[in-house]
């Protein structure tokens, strides 16, 4: 599976549009990108998955660009509560997702949102 | 509807005992997947079973086993716990465990060896 690289930590405030940039430079035809979050001792939780150009739900953005090497998770006027790790990880479209390795988790972005 | 359960929360056992883990997934979803997280390692991921077989397998030792039964539902035993096994273990449960569908994790079993 290809490997992601992600800032190790970022900083921000409240009200502010945070975007969290992921490499994913081997990305093979059939792969998703996803982000997870994490909050401490708890498990990480799906916020938006995509294949190619932009996704968009309640709570998140995601931008493929067109070589899909890279996207861009943005958060949207962010609070206190957005505080947390977020993980890029790349799933296989196979019959298997996470693939012969499960889902690689890196280690993560640390967002810390000031008020 | 209902998310991942995973029981017990917290548990504490002795170096050398085994110990059981419990993860019931999302109604419909027949694949599960097991992943350790320490502050030093991080998420690593154990095994995955669909359909009650094992298809996918981390690097962890033999004394990391799981199984899956008919109703989805999964455990995973450490046999010989090491002090090192002390760990947040967090079960994913996904509908194929194929891209496009994501997967839920559940809240995790603490685990403490002493």
């Known amino acids: 599976l290809a490997k992601t690289t992600q800032p190790i930590s970022m900083d921000s405030y409240e009200g502010q549009e945070v975007n969290i940039t992921c490499s994913h430079n081997n990305i093979a035809t059939n792969d998703y990108i996803t982000w997870y979050q994490q909050f401490p001792s708890q498990g990480p939780r799906f916020i938006i998955q995509g294949y190619k150009t932009k996704v968009t739900n309640e709570v998140a953005s995601l931008f493929i660009p067109a070589d899909r090497k890279s996207s861009t998770l943005s958060l949207p006027r962010v609070s206190l509560s957005d505080t947390a790790v977020y993980y890029c990880?790349?799933?296989?479209?196979?019959?298997?997702?996470?693939?012969?390795?499960?889902?690689?988790f890196g280690k993560g972005t640390h967002l810390i949102i000031q008020p | 509807k209902a998310g991942v359960t995973q029981t017990p929360r917290y548990l504490i056992k002795t170096r050398g005992q085994q110990v059981t883990l419990s993860c019931s997934p999302i109604?419909?979803?027949?694949?599960v997947s097991w992943y350790q997280q320490t502050p030093g390692q991080g998420l690593q991921f154990l095994f995955e079973y669909f359909s009650e077989t094992q298809r996918n397998k981390g690097n962890f030792p033999g004394r990391f086993s799981g199984r899956q039964f008919s109703n989805s539902r999964s455990e995973m035993n450490v046999s010989t716990l090491e002090l090192g096994d002390s760990a947040l273990y967090l079960c994913a449960s996904s509908l194929e465990g194929a891209g496009g569908y994501g997967y839920t994790f559940g809240s995790g079993t603490r685990l403490t060896v002493v």
């Open positions: 109604s419909g979803h027949r694949s």
């Open positions: 990880l790349v799933e296989s479209g196979g019959p298997s997702g996470g693939g012969a390795d499960g889902l690689t």
